[in-house]
């Protein structure tokens, strides 16, 4: 029943900008902390930004700082990630994860491809 459906992924130019979506259903979003992952082909899965149940903190990879905000909407139930200026070292399957205490729910994931 939990599900969590990214959107927003596709390609782009480098130095372009995307902005992915994040829809959760079936828990209460707003008790949950939200954070983006990514995985390239080959590499490990990395954090790249977490933002709090209430969102007013915020916590970033170094690798995307100053480019990335993550935000959320908690009446669409809905966590953002804003990505600009993006580079081709961007590209990989962004997931969403949804945390808190004893529970820890994943997205399908959405692909962001950037190249020229």
């Known amino acids: 029943q939990v599900q969590l459906v990214e959107s927003g992924g596709g390609l782009v130019q480098p130095g372009g900008s995307l902005r992915l979506s994040c829809a959760a259903s079936?828990?209460?979003?707003?008790?949950?902390?939200m954070s983006w992952y990514r995985q390239a082909p080959g590499k490990e899965r990395e954090l790249v930004a977490t933002i709090a149940r209430g969102g007013g903190n915020t916590n970033y990879a170094d690798s995307v700082k100053g480019r990335f905000t993550i935000s959320r909407d908690n009446v669409k139930n809905t966590v953002y990630l804003q990505m600009n200026s993006l580079k081709p070292e961007d590209t990989a399957v962004y997931s969403c994860?949804?945390?808190?205490?004893?529970?820890?729910?994943w997205g399908q994931g959405t692909q962001v491809t950037v190249s020229s």
């Open positions: 079936g828990f209460t979003f707003s008790s949950y902390a």
């Open positions: 994860n949804a945390w808190k205490l004893g529970h820890n729910y």
